[in-house]
Nanobody, 124 residues
Framework: QVQLVESGGGLVQAGGSLRLSCAASGLTFSMSTMGWFRQPPGKGREFVVGISRVSGSTFYGDRVTGRFTISRDNAKNTVYLQMNSLKPEDTAVYYC?????????????????WGQGTQVTVSS
């Protein structure tokens, strides 16, 4: 059974930083492309950033380039999202996702496995 468990969310002031973690189990982590998505209040789920299986290549959404960084530790089966220079518009529930089929997936439908989400709130 695949499980993805996010942690690290919380309340932060604008300009601050947070690091989210996603611990995976029940899948071959190194062979899985990992993605972070977010869902702002009242809006749809949007792609934030992803990291490819095997090569570890990263691919970013338009709104976070230069502020957010994704990384993975295959020995710990964990993917991280470092978020800097946070803005109020970054407020959302952040979800971790995994899939073995793609190397650069940006659509929610391309991911088979999802975590339960962690709330990030950025105050102005």
């Amino acid at each position: 059974q695949v499980q993805l468990v996010e942690s690290g969310g919380g309340l932060v002031q604008a300009g601050g930083s947070l690091r989210l973690s996603c611990a995976a189990s029940g899948l071959t982590f190194s062979m899985s492309t990992m993605g972070w998505f977010r869902q702002p209040p009242g809006k749809g789920r949007e792609f934030v950033v992803g990291i490819s299986r095997v090569s570890g290549s990263t691919f970013y959404g338009d709104r976070v380039t230069g502020r957010f960084t994704i990384s993975r530790d295959n020995a710990k089966n964990t993917v991280y999202l470092q978020m800097n220079s946070l803005k109020p518009e970054d407020t959302a529930v952040y979800y971790c996702a995994a899939d073995r089929r793609w190397t650069a997936a940006r659509m929610p439908t391309e991911y088979n496995y999802w975590g339960q989400g962690t709330q990030v709130t950025v105050s102005s």
